[in-house]
């Protein structure tokens, strides 16, 4: 799979964010799909994972938000009430092969070059 992020940038605190990950060469909608950020200096973490027979995740009460585009393809991550403390590359990751969410990051087999969010005044 090769994965394409997009829709990071620079925003306000409070605001909002809604990323998109497509596969070039491949169709998402029955993959599981998971979203990491990695800050500078420290480790990639998972922030949203859907399974393959998920359409949509809530998780840290909306705070992230993971959603399937049947139409286009594609998965979407809003992340809500940005923080600086959310300033990170944003990670889209999918394996054809996991049926189980995990936060374990070498568990996907593909990724995409990450989408950069920075939260600033």
């Known amino acids: 799979l090769h994965l394409v992020e997009s829709g990071g940038g620079l925003v306000h605190p409070w605001g909002s964010l809604r990323l998109s990950c497509v596969a070039t060469d491949f169709i998402l909608d029955s993959t599981l799909v998971a979203w990491f950020r990695q800050a500078p200096g420290k480790e990639r973490k998972q922030v949203a994972c859907m399974s393959r027979s998920a359409d949509s995740e809530t998780y840290n009460l909306g705070k992230f938000v993971m959603r399937r585009d049947y139409v286009n393809h594609l998965v979407t991550l809003e992340v809500n009430d940005l923080r600086p403390e959310d300033t990170a590359a944003y990670y889209c990751?999918?394996?054809?092969?996991?049926?189980?969410?995990?936060?374990?990051?070498?568990?996907?087999?593909?990724w995409g070059q990450g989408t950069q969010v920075t939260v600033s005044v």
């Open positions: 990751a999918a394996d054809q092969h996991l049926t189980i969410c995990t936060v374990r990051p070498e568990a996907f087999g593909s």
